[in-house]
């Protein structure tokens, strides 16, 4: 019903009441008020309903958003836990060339044992992706277990913790104290990969395309740098 509906049985009436008593015309000025009134709830309702419409547009178009930047991530962490997974294996093929590792002691043995707990306890938390837990648990391991083995792995765990929490400014402190201080690691490769990645993450694109191109030229043949380069190319390089 249109406001010029209601108003002209109204207006019709007032023309028909001439000079009629004042009564009537009192009637007639009740009967219009109630219809202004009618008007004035149909005004807010069609206003409410446009505001609601358009407030779900907008809901809709946010949730579009978030999940396209939710698959985005996803499809970009999966992406670097597989190059990880290779790179790391690549390594370990390697180490694997040069002959078994002979048994240590058993004290030492044991020793060794009670820190792959610490260290295998928080790469679960990390596979099950609660990177902030562990986190937690990697920077204890690290603290408590200074001179085991597994530093290098427990370094390289904790900056892709940090990675997959976009603080690639921390993630790329641990790749730091593993190119510095593990450079005969397995994990010195990867983590030379994941510092350029971390590079370009913050935008900082020259820094990122020479650690890149460092892995091409310096390491020919290796996975890291096959990843590198495929890096450059996504650049336009």
Do not use: W
């Not at 004042?22 to 109630?34: C, I, K, W, Y």
């Not at 997974?85 to 004290?107: C, D, F, M, V």
């Not at 030379?192 to 993450?201: E, G, N, S, T, Y």
């Amino acid at each position: 019903m249109t406001i010029r509906t209601l108003m002209i049985p109204a207006l019709a009436g007032l023309l028909t009441i001439g000079c009629g008593s004042e009564e009537e015309l009192r009637r007639v000025e009740l009967e219009v008020g109630d219809l202004k009134l009618e008007v004035f709830k149909l005004r807010q309702a069609v206003e409410d309903g446009n505001k609601k419409a358009q407030s779900d547009q907008q809901a809709a178009a946010e949730a579009r958003t978030q999940d396209r930047r939710f698959q985005a991530d996803l499809q970009d962490s999966l992406r670097q836990v597989q190059e990880t997974t290779r790179a790391l294996n690549n390594r370990l093929n390697s180490q694997q060339t040069k002959g078994p590792i002979r048994p240590q002691a058993e004290p030492q043995a044991a020793a060794t044992s009670e820190d792959e707990r610490a260290f295998n306890a928080a790469v679960l938390d990390y596979n099950r992706g609660n990177y902030p837990l562990a986190a937690e648990g990697l920077d204890l391991f690290l603290n408590t277990y200074r001179q085991s083995a597994k530093r290098p792995e427990a370094l390289f765990f904790l900056g892709l913790c940090q990675y997959n929490q976009r603080a690639f400014d921390k993630a790329q402190a641990a790749f730091d104290r593993i190119i510095k201080d593990h450079a005969a690691s397995p994990q010195y490769l990867p983590a030379k990969l994941k510092r350029a990645q971390c590079l370009l993450k913050q935008g900082l694109k020259p820094a990122a395309v020479i650690a890149f191109q460092e892995l091409v030229d310096g390491f020919p043949g290796s996975a890291e740098a096959r990843t590198a380069q495929q890096e450059l190319s996504d650049l336009g390089l």
